[in-house]
């Protein structure tokens, strides 16, 4: 606040607000405190009807909090919020989505045991005299799921038997069930592949065609170039920057307004392992019937193997039957030499292995526990006395990690809940670098990372490689997998159908690869 390109991207919007008819959404001075944080510091954001408004900064910048504050689930304790040039409060997520406030957040909500179609009308349920319309509801969320080109979401199934990318458009569904102005987005495209995103885009830009603002947070820069209109950047819970073309704004600009420092490189060198590096870890023939089948590899002390394949290809699953969180039908896995029993998870963690999971709130972390239990969580019996835990020395240990990783804001004590995506991360990575495991298995280690926290998390992995901890990675980004990886997999329809050293295969041969054997299976 108070730079040069502060008062020159308020210039503009005073000039470009005249003739022009009130703001859909004007956000003044909001401030937010939690006990010890102060979250929100005085945003300011205003968006029109019939744009993306791209909102950016850092994990723990106070992106989450003010998708709450608009959402209804948080009360700011000062500032104001004008729509359509009235002053309004949102003291529920009732009464914001009854205003035409929809939002769809990174972390999904979705109640698993309830049907897709009971999920997109969850609150709003189509009734007759009190009664549930079934048949309408199905109807009505068919037409919903087709319009974003997922007719082949069956309304009837589980929510919780659907894929990440599954939930997400019933998610999206269920915003579009909503008269909605202004659509929230946080992180859409996090587990959508490349196809996917596309449908996406094409479906913003029909909400915006008809009038509907889309507030869409993203730490994929080059989809801000692609799908928005106008940014805004947060930095330690104040506005930084508001009102910035989104198309021609320089990418360096927008890094060092966000971080407050540039980026230099996006992958740090590759190291490689030593020529006589011993194999850690051995997979022969793994398979689970309609997931994956006949998968072999192995990896040595100091090597990173990628798995690249689109979302659905059976990537995550693989790392879970590893890992033991699946049991396998067919083949084994062998670390260090020893054979792990099929489906155990504590004899994967004892034999060395770490999984940094796919959906860290829900497979990761216990939100209600402090910080420090999160990362002790693998390494309890270090600090049993008896039936009891010596807690000032876990704490200690964790508090060592944390500050390693510059897990924000500090204080172990805190619920892991109240961080933001990217700092709930590299709690989840602070568990493994606590417990100092042989295998580490990351399953799409920076989505919902902002550009900084990324960096550091590119270095980790290079950091822990070196000292000879064997890497397997999953990304949904092609070249994030190209860069980090020394090995790279192809994974398509649950099989392995190209093994290369990184440097000799490319974004575009794995993109061929794995359209081209989705289209034959």
């Known amino acids: 606040m108070g730079s040069p390109m502060d008062k020159d991207s308020d210039s503009e919007l005073e000039v470009a607000a ?93 109640v698993d045991g309830l049907s897709v179609a009971d999920n997109i009308f969850l609150g709003h349920e189509l009734a007759r005299a009190g009664l549930s319309r079934r048949r309408a509801m199905n109807e009505a969320a068919r037409a919903l799921l087709a319009r974003l080109g997922h007719a082949d979401i069956p309304v009837t199934r589980e929510a919780g038997q659907l894929s990440a990318a599954g939930k997400q458009v019933v998610s999206m569904a269920r915003a579009l069930s909503y008269d909605a102005r202004l659509i929230i987005m946080d992180e859409p495209s996090a587990v959508l592949d490349a196809d996917e995103v596309d449908n996406l885009f094409r479906l913003i830009q029909e909400l915006t065609a008809n009038g509907v603002a889309v507030i869409y947070i993203s730490h994929r820069l080059a989809e801000i170039r692609r799908i928005g209109d106008r940014v805004t950047v947060l930095k330690d819970g104040r506005t930084v920057a508001r009102g910035l073309p989104a198309r021609t704004t320089p990418t360096d600009k927008v890094i060092r307004l966000m971080t407050g420092r540039a980026i230099e490189h996006a992958f740090p060198p590759r190291v490689g392992p030593a020529p006589d590096a011993p194999q850690v870890l051995r997979v022969d023939g793994l398979g689970r019937p309609g997931e994956f089948s006949d998968i072999s590899f192995s990896v040595r002390a100091g090597e990173v193997v990628g798995l690249a394949g689109l979302v659905g290809s059976g990537r995550s699953e693989i790392l879970e039957t590893i ?28 034999a060395g292995v770490g999984l940094c999971p796919e959906e860290r709130k829900s497979q990761g972390l216990l939100l209600d526990t402090p910080v420090y239990r999160n990362i002790t969580l693998a390494t309890m019996a270090r600090f049993a006395a008896g039936p009891f835990t010596r807690d000032g020395q876990e704490a200690a240990a964790a508090g060592e990690q944390a500050r390693a990783l510059d897990i924000r804001p500090p204080g172990v004590n805190r619920p892991v809940r109240t961080l933001s995506g990217g700092n709930q991360q590299k709690v989840v990575l602070a568990r493994w670098l606590l417990r100092q495991c042989r295998v580490l298995l990351l399953d799409e280690p920076t989505r919902g990372v902002d550009v900084g926290a990324r960096d550091e998390i590119y270095q980790l992995i290079r950091r822990l490689a070196r000292s000879g901890v064997a890497i397997v990675l999953v990304s949904s980004e092609v070249p994030e997998v190209i860069g980090l990886a020394d090995r790279v997999l192809v994974i398509a329809a649950g099989r392995l159908v190209r093994t290369a050293p990184a440097t000799d295969i490319t974004e575009s041969q794995v993109l061929d690869l794995v359209m081209e054997e989705g289209r034959a299976a």
């Open 323 to 350: 890992y033991g969180a699946r049991r396998a039908a067919t083949g084994e896995v062998v670390v260090g030499g020893r054979r792990l029993r099929r489906g155990s998870v504590g004899a994967a963690v004892a």
């Open 18 to 110: 005249d003739g022009q008819p009130e703001p859909l959404l004007t956000v003044s001075g909001v401030v937010k405190q939690f006990p010890g944080v102060r979250a929100l510091d005085g945003v300011d954001l205003t968006v029109r009807a019939g744009e993306v408004h791209c909102l950016l900064g850092q994990n723990g910048a106070g992106k989450s909090t003010l998708i709450k504050v608009l959402s209804g689930a948080h009360q700011p304790d000062a500032g104001t919020i004008r729509w359509r040039g009235a002053e309004v409060t949102l003291p529920t997520p009732t009464a914001a989505t009854r205003l035409g406030i929809a939002t769809i957040y990174q972390e999904l909500d979705l």
